[in-house]
């Protein structure tokens, strides 16, 4: 079975992994949308149940209002004291009775859920500072005495959701998250851990990538290694960072997009549909569909040689555009490429997969510098710019 992880957030990306990635041993989905989504699933798939907890990290942008529901948040309201253990005023002074029940109903509510491999632990988000340090301290606890009392036999993931660069960049701002961490993954008895930088884009381009943010996510999960032993690390959803992780060996399983969702988004926020993009595989990135990348194609396949397999690659995208500019043709193509992407890298021996990457991406890299800007906008139009700091990462 593949070790990624894909996250599923809706029917159409339950579909994707039954089509596309049903060899994924673990599928992650969220417990409010299970009963829809679980029917989907390939039947050898292991589910990882997520309570989804991360959502409390705004509830007053959450609540529903008249004419505009909130199904996360009308979901959540069925356990003992959601919206009390949701109140910043609450975090500096839980109480222990409290956390417990709405625990422990969140819990039972996974455990009786499908007979799910793994649930995450309840928690919520972390900020710059030390002001949900008790909330989720007591939430782990609480976790902790469920484990002991429930019979679960299945695995507990702690959740490490980053909200903000400035908790990463440097390890002065790091120290304290992992000490946490590692506290907070004895106490609520967990078996894995999971790592996400919500605000990650690593399909931006940005110097900022490559100079800090990518240094201060590989150090985070090297620093958190050295304290937890665990054969469940997870990182992700990223477009390749998650990749990189992975491939290095400081994670055993890349939390992967289906298609769409290359960033993680916490639940009960207001969606916004999602632009349709496309796949331009030889570059291992992704680029928004359009006249412009349309009239991009014929220059990129102008300045290509014939035998170069890209020009191939080009050609067919461009013969196809009008059906792959659908949005559910666009996503599925991305989904097509990104299996065949990941299957490449597994099949090197884990010993040189970082290896494997990097010259993979290298080859990216050089093919983009003799292409001419896309037309997106700021540093991505750079064909080569998403390969370049990811490829450094790998070294």
């Known amino acids: 079975m593949a070790e990624h992880i894909p996250f599923i957030t809706g029917e159409d990306g339950a579909n994707l992994v039954r089509q596309v990635y049903h060899d994924s041993d673990i599928v992650r989905v969220p417990l409010d949308r299970a009963t829809r989504f679980l029917p989907l699933l390939p039947k ?16 007053k942008t959450r609540r529903s209002q008249p004419g505009r529901r909130n ?4 979901f959540m309201g069925q356990f003992p004291n959601f919206q009390k253990i949701g109140a910043p ?24 859920t499908n007979k799910p491999a793994w649930i995450t632990v309840p928690q919520i988000p972390l900020v710059n500072d030390s002001s949900r340090n008790k909330i989720n301290r007591a939430l782990a606890v609480a976790t902790g005495k469920w484990k002991s009392t429930s ?5 507990l993931i702690l959740p490490l959701v980053f909200t903000h660069q400035e908790q990463l960049n440097g390890k002065m701002a790091r120290n304290p998250k992992v000490q946490q961490a590692e506290r907070y993954y004895h106490e609520a008895q967990a078996d894995g851990f999971w790592i996400v930088d ?48 992975w491939a290095s060996g400081l994670v055993d399983h890349p939390a992967i997009g289906i298609g769409s969702g290359y960033q993680f988004f916490m ?29 991009w194609l014929n220059e990129a396949i102008a300045e290509l040689s014939p035998s ?6 080009f050609s067919k995208i461009k013969s196809q555009y009008t059906v792959l500019s659908e949005s559910s043709r666009a996503r599925k193509q991305v989904a097509v490429f990104y299996k065949q992407w990941f299957d490449t890298i597994a ?12 010259q993979d991406l290298s080859a990216a890299y050089a093919l983009g510098k003799s292409l001419p800007n896309l037309k997106e906008q700021g540093t991505s139009r750079k064909p080569e710019a998403v390969a370049e700091p990811l490829m450094l990462s790998c070294l």
């Open 89 to 112: 005023s609450y975090h500096a002074g839980p109480v222990s009775s409290e956390v417990q029940a709405f625990v422990k109903a969140v819990m039972d509510k996974c455990a009786a």
């Open 44 to 59: 050898s798939s292991k589910v990882w149940l997520d309570p989804c907890v991360e959502g409390m990290d705004d509830l």
């Open 151 to 155: 019979g679960f036999a299945g695995r």
């Open 71 to 74: 199904t996360w948040f009308d």
């Open 198 to 245: 919500k605000s990650l884009m690593d399909e931006s381009g940005s110097s900022m990538l490559r100079n800090k943010r990518f240094p201060g996510i590989i150090d985070l999960h090297k620093e958190l290694n050295e304290r937890i032993s665990s054969k469940i690390r997870v990182a992700g959803p990223y477009w390749a960072l998650n990749l990189v992780l």
């Open 267 to 295: 639940a009960g926020g207001h969606s916004k549909q999602a632009s349709a993009k496309l796949a331009l595989p030889s570059l291992r990135r992704r680029v928004g569909v359009g006249l412009q990348l349309k009239t």
């Open 347 to 358: 099949s090197t021996p884990k010993a040189g997969r970082s290896m494997a990457l990097f």
């Open 308 to 313: 170069h397999p890209a020009h191939a690659e």
